[in-house]
């Protein structure tokens, strides 16, 4: 079945970039998504990047898409603090459930002063 | 743009009784909300699909009794947890995708957060 690896943990200094790498094993998804999940809360959207795209960039995010190697990532500049969470990458695909989401494990990201 | 709430945020039940759990979402219409239940450190599961007007789509592995999955109107869905037991202790999740022609993107609620004693 879909499947999307991600590693478990990331610990950078504050100024620093950090990069969030996933794996996934459908080739079919369309959407790919990046959530973040600060302790004891919900999922906050932050980016999505469509399966046609290489790459897509808000601000202090940029999102990078190799299809051919069904790897995505994220880059947060700038890092800071406040950015220590969870965060998760996402998958989904058409077929089947609508906009079923097919997680990773999660990389819980430190962020040291 | 696209919020999602859930009430209670957080809720303690004893073990046997029923809890419902509300999930809105609050500037948008969504024809479809989904269901999701993430144990301590682990990824979110998803539980069920709801669908404004018909009967939910379960997972394999969910007790569709057990979980019970009324989507009454295109801002509401409510997951009940029917004789609640102690394994059910978990975080409950859930996601609105607005309707019309648009992407999949899944809009997250805050959480509830269930304690079974």
């Known amino acids: 079945g879909e499947d999307v690896e991600q590693s478990l943990f990331l610990s950078v200094r504050e100024g620093d970039s950090s990069v969030i790498n996933c794996t996934y094993t459908d080739s079919s998804s369309t959407y790919l998504y990046w959530y973040k999940q600060e302790p004891g809360a919900g999922l906050q959207l932050l980016t999505y990047i469509f399966s046609n795209m290489d790459m897509k960039q808000d601000q202090r995010l940029t999102v990078l898409l190799n299809k051919k190697d069904k790897h995505l990532s994220l880059r947060i500049a700038d890092t800071q603090t406040g950015d220590s969470a969870i965060y998760f990458c996402?998958?989904?695909?058409?077929?089947?459930?609508?906009?079923?989401?097919?997680f990773g494990k999660g990389t819980k990201l430190s962020v040291k002063p | 743009g696209a919020v999602v709430s859930q009430h209670p945020s957080r809720v303690i039940c004893k073990s046997g009784t029923s809890v419902k759990i509300e999930c809105r979402s609050l500037d948008f219409q969504a024809t479809t909300m989904f269901w999701y239940r993430q144990f301590p450190k682990q990824s979110l599961m998803l539980m069920a699909t709801s669908n404004e007007g018909s009967k939910a789509t379960y997972e394999q592995g969910v007790e569709k009794d057990k979980f019970l999955i009324n989507h009454a109107s295109l801002t509401l869905s409510t997951l009940t947890v029917t004789s609640a037991h102690p394994e059910d202790s978990s975080f409950y999740i859930c996601s609105a995708t607005p309707s019309g022609p648009s992407t999949d993107t899944q809009y997250f609620g805050p959480g509830t957060r269930l304690t079974v004693l």
């Open positions: 996402a998958e989904t695909f058409h077929g089947g459930s609508q906009g079923n989401l097919i």
